[in-house]
């Protein structure tokens, strides 16, 4: 949270001084502190920083698979916590610890806080067995994934918490979160997609520019993702916060404008590396990370959810009602119909209250379609009739029970 976490004290807390670290103190704590975590958890690592970071807000480490049992308190206890901000759900904790004298001679004094102790802010993030490698890659370098973020989303590609993934262009415009098809989260897989040289990313950056020469040799690397009026919101708003990621748009690239040019056939060019169509990454995708029977399923259910939500638009054109009266007759079809053992539509004895009924499945046959939504316009008001009897009855039930 780049020391930000105690910022705000609660009700009755005195505040905190949470200073920045130079490098030099910086580096002494994260082996201090891996050290400390290491016997506790089997792996312990802190991502790689940005070049040229001369101070740091926080410290950042990533640990798994703890070695016995212990609570967050004793965690804290461990680091010698003086505070700490824990949430059931957030895999990461904040702990504010005391700088010793020694390491504070050497951090400015100056604060518009008053307050006895200073701090600095440490991030541990516990993760599970299979993320581990992925969040300490995904975590290295500061803004790098912002940058290359930016590059990959023109072709499907994007990256999040859990490793890469695909976005079927077909589900993304409906329903952007259920359009991510998980392709790996292996380090050095992702590298060799996106054509990026592992040997030079385990080499480590010696400058930002170096960096961003990484981050343009990719052959997904398109100049005009970068341009200002085609950025969406959240990179608009890294613009603003992260440091490098404008430093990148606002000044590398205008600064070298032969980088990534485009051709007119709207394809760019970076030296002979040519940046292919969105539909060609798909399918090159589902073969290099073997997805496409995942990716045959989930295309599959997307249409017939798509062919379920189009059939229940016809049957609710064909019931002279709307409002709330519509919804419960559409509740009372899902919940009353069904089909018979000879496959016609009939009314149950009894609702389900969880069941779609038969009638997705009589708009498969020969002629359904027609079938289902005569029987719809004749036997609607049987279905809200018995709905509002079993809401009725529902009601009394629990109106009954709450006296008992």
């Keep these: 949270m780049g020391g930000s976490a105690f910022a705000v004290p609660k009700p009755g807390e005195p505040p905190l001084k949470i200073r920045r670290l130079p490098i030099n103190i910086y580096e002494s704590l994260c082996q201090s502190y891996s050290d400390r975590l290491s016997t506790l958890y089997e792996r312990v690592a802190i991502p790689r920083s940005a070049p040229e970071k001369t101070s740091h807000g926080d410290l950042d480490i990533i640990v798994c698979s703890a070695k016995y049992q212990f609570s967050v308190e004793d965690l804290a206890a461990k680091l010698g916590a003086l505070r700490y901000i824990h949430c059931a759900r957030n895999p990461t904790t904040n702990f504010a610890i005391p700088l010793g004298d020694s390491l504070q001679s050497g951090i400015d004094s100056s604060s518009e806080i008053e307050a006895d102790t200073q701090c600095f802010q440490l991030d541990v993030e516990v993760c599970t067995p299979e993320t581990f490698d992925w969040e300490v890659f995904h975590k290295a370098y500061g803004d790098l994934w912002n940058i290359l973020g930016t590059s990959i989303r023109p072709v499907g590609l994007t990256v999040n918490h859990t490793g890469l993934h695909l976005r079927i262009p077909q589900i993304e415009a409906k329903d952007r979160k259920g359009s991510l098809l998980f392709l790996t989260n292996a380090p050095a897989d992702i590298l060799a997609f996106l054509g990026l040289s592992q040997e030079t990313y385990e080499a480590r950056f010696k400058s930002v520019e170096d960096l961003f020469r990484f981050a343009i040799s990719g052959r997904f690397f398109r100049r005009g993702s970068y341009l200002k009026e085609g950025l969406k919101s959240n990179d608009r708003q890294r613009l603003k916060q992260r440091e490098i990621f404008r ?76 409002g709330e009266k519509l919804n419960l007759v559409i509740r009372g079809l899902k919940r009353w119909a069904t089909l018979d053992n000879d496959g016609q539509l009939c009314l149950r004895e009894g609702a389900i209250l969880d069941g779609t009924g038969g009638l997705p499945v009589l708009t498969t046959t020969e002629g359904g379609e027609a079938r289902l939504l005569n029987w719809v316009k004749r036997n609607w008001e049987e279905v809200r009739e018995r709905e509002k009897r079993r809401v009725g009855e529902a009601k009394q039930q629990r109106k009954t029970l709450s006296k008992a």
Excluded: C
């Excluded at 970076?270 to 989930?298: C, H, M, W």
């Design 247 to 322: 430093r990148f748009v606002e000044k590398y690239l205008p600064a070298h404008p032969e980088i990534g040019q485009e051709d007119g056939d709207g394809k760019s060019r970076i030296g002979s590396k040519e940046v292919i169509t969105r539909d060609a990454v798909l399918q090159e995708a589902l073969d290099t990370f073997n997805r496409r029977p995942q990716y045959n399923t989930i295309i599959a259910e997307w249409e017939k959810k798509q062919r379920e939500a189009e059939m229940w638009r016809k049957v609710a054109a064909a019931i002279p009602l709307d």
